[in-house]
């Protein structure tokens, strides 16, 4: 089973990807959209709050394709950042304290419900920056799915405090491939030695036949590969040229909205190993 997804944010916080589209990430969205219903992929598109607000009509077309569904992204994408950081140190919550938590993810879903006009049930956290107050939060907001922790070693969602986890278990795009802004000797390639799967950066020809292995790897044991493309490195990387090879090789298998995954509340599987 594959689970397509991708993350959109709004124009004014102009991400280092941003100087480098034709249009807005909310532009690339909707043409990422476009692109996998022509292979019969289904996509989970994670929107910031802001982008309802700033893209409205644009956000309520792409949430009426039939093969999207429209999932939570934070409101503000944890900006201003400095403040985050400094609570972060006084208390080791990374998204502030519990009440503005609260506040934030509940705002962000009722943007995004009132201009989509659709029930959002799936949320990730921009930059994965949740704490130990997240899924509590989310669960009494009536999220679902929660997709924030990037794992090699679960190719299953499984329940987890409330919440069902659906980890990232195919190498994701931005960090790891060089585009735009990324390249060779800009940033330090060693801090990605240290993340969960284990590797410098990469052409895009390298990330793609990689993730191909991977999605065969999880395919095989009849898993679920969650897989993170962002609309914005897409279009730069050479103008979705690689996500349509992506989904030319995704359309043999099976595809599913992340809110369609189904799991057996039994089934907790060690689920806090994921933090």
Known sequence: MICLTGDVHHSSLKTDDYRWCKGTEIDAAMIMA???????????????????????????????MENVEVGGHNYFAFKLRKPFNFYYRLSGLRNGPYWYQFWEVRRTIRKLERFSEKKVCSWRDHAYRHDRNTRNILK????????????????????????????????????????????????????????????????????????????????????????LTHPACMEVFDNFDTFKKLCAFLGQYQSCKMRDIQVDKRDHNDAENLD
């Open 34 to 64: 476009q692109i996998a219903l022509s292979y019969g992929l289904q996509i989970t598109l994670f929107f910031t709050g802001l982008c309802a607000k700033e893209n409205p009509r644009l956000l309520k077309r792409i949430a009426q």
């Open 140 to 227: 009494r907001n009536n999220i679902r799915y929660f997709s924030d922790v990037l794992s090699t070693s679960f190719d299953q969602p499984v329940w987890n405090n409330g919440v069902i986890d659906v980890p990232i278990n195919a190498l994701p795009d931005h960090d790891y491939v060089y585009h735009g802004y990324r390249q060779p000797g800009t940033f330090h390639e060693s801090v990605l030695l240290r993340t969960i799967f284990h590797t410098k950066a990469m052409s895009k020809e390298q990330w793609l036949k990689r993730i191909k292995c991977e999605i065969l790897h999880i395919e095989d044991k009849k898993g679920v590969a969650t897989i």
